[in-house]
């Protein structure tokens, strides 16, 4: 089975503190992707990685930045924490197929993060 | 990547077959349809995938006409452990960015 985990489920941090979330995944994925999830607002797209050093910047990358140097880690780093980053945070990932090939993300468990 | 349009919100009694329907007007040849289900707490997971006609899986079936215009869920006799958000999404597999949208909340009444 392929596993996503997720370094906390619970974090609580100070605003201005630097923050960072780490994401491991176990299945040789290529694609690695960091969502938030509000309520009402549904997920996300923050930033997402398709090979290592690369990154490609998601619907909200403002005030969040990530690193990939190794394939199988993907962490999300937030420079100086705002209150409006309290979040629930989801990294997620997937195998690069060809075109019109079907693929699946597969997801971590989440961590709520508040920023207080 | 196809843009979605799904209902925010539907009801059911247990026991009753769901149907979801989404409309991916703007799909591209290349893009399947993918169903993820969310429950609270936890990250979104894979249920179902197609591309055209009909797939059916243990958890679900799916509905695609030949148009490919919109997409159908199936969910049949609910019981409460099916209330989630339902998402529906198009990608064309290689490398890509997955983007979901607000999905339609599911809630199964006794």
């Known amino acids: 089975d392929v596993k996503v985990t997720q370094s906390s489920r619970y974090l609580v941090k100070r605003t201005g503190e630097k923050v960072f979330l780490e994401c491991v995944q176990d299945?040789?994925?290529?694609?690695m992707f960091w969502y938030r999830q509000d309520p009402g607002l549904g997920l996300r797209l923050i930033y997402f990685s398709y090979d290592v050093k690369m990154k490609e910047k998601g619907d909200i990358p403002e005030g969040y930045s990530v690193s990939r140097e190794k394939k199988e880690r993907f962490s999300l780093i937030l420079e100086s924490a705002s209150t409006n980053q309290t979040s629930m945070y989801l990294c997620?990932?997937?195998?690069?197929?060809?075109?019109?090939?079907?693929?699946?993300?597969?997801f971590g468990q989440g961590t709520r993060l508040t920023v207080v | 990547l196809a843009k979605t349009t799904q209902p925010i919100s539907m009801d059911s009694y247990e026991g009753q077959e769901v149907n979801i329907t989404c409309s991916h007007n703007n799909i591209a040849t290349n893009d399947y349809i993918t169903w993820y289900q969310q429950f609270p707490s936890q990250g979104p997971r894979f249920i179902i995938q197609g591309y055209k006609t009909k797939v059916t899986n243990e958890v679900a079936s799916l509905f695609i006409p030949a148009d490919r215009k919109s997409s159908t869920l199936s969910l049949p006799r609910v019981s409460l452990s099916d209330t989630a958000v339902y998402y529906c999404l198009g990608n064309s597999g290689g490398y890509q960015k997955v983007t979901f949208g607000i999905g339609t909340k599911l809630q199964v009444i006794p």
């Open positions: 997620a990932s997937s195998l690069t197929q060809g075109q019109g090939v079907k693929t699946e993300a597969f």
């Open positions: 299945m040789d994925h290529e694609n």
